[in-house]
Nanobody, 123 residues
């Protein structure tokens, strides 16, 4: 499975961005997927995950109510809609895929990773 993330950029606090992750090389519906992020000087952290069929989602408390993860299995694409962005959301965002359908927030379970896309939120 190969993943290509896109959609990052510079946005003012309170603004919105939508990240996309195009996948190839696998039966997309059989992979749980997720978004993780890494801010400068910090460890990578879980943001949001979704089950293979896109029916189950889970969010980090810090983004709950502001971010929405979605999966279009027909287009082999994962999305992260981000609204009400805050400066503390600034990070490189990575999409990832894991074998098996269930959603899971543990990054160690994800075998496939995209290259990351930078999101910068100015105050």
């Amino acid at each position: 499975v190969q993943l290509q993330a896109s959609g990052g950029g510079l946005v003012q606090a309170g603004g919105s961005l939508r990240l996309s992750c195009a996948a190839s090389g696998g039966p997309f519906s059989r992979y749980g997927m997720g978004w993780f992020r890494q801010a400068p000087g910090k460890e990578r952290e879980f943001v949001a995950v979704i089950s293979g069929r896109g029916t189950i989602t889970n969010y980090a408390d810090s983004v709950k109510g502001r971010f929405t993860i979605a999966k279009d299995n027909a287009k082999n694409t994962l999305y992260l809609q981000m609204t009400t962005l805050k400066p503390e959301d600034t990070a490189v965002y990575y999409c990832a895929a894991k074998r098996g359908v269930p959603a899971d927030s543990r990054s160690s379970l994800y075998a496939y990773w995209g290259q990351g896309t930078l999101v910068t939120v100015s105050s």
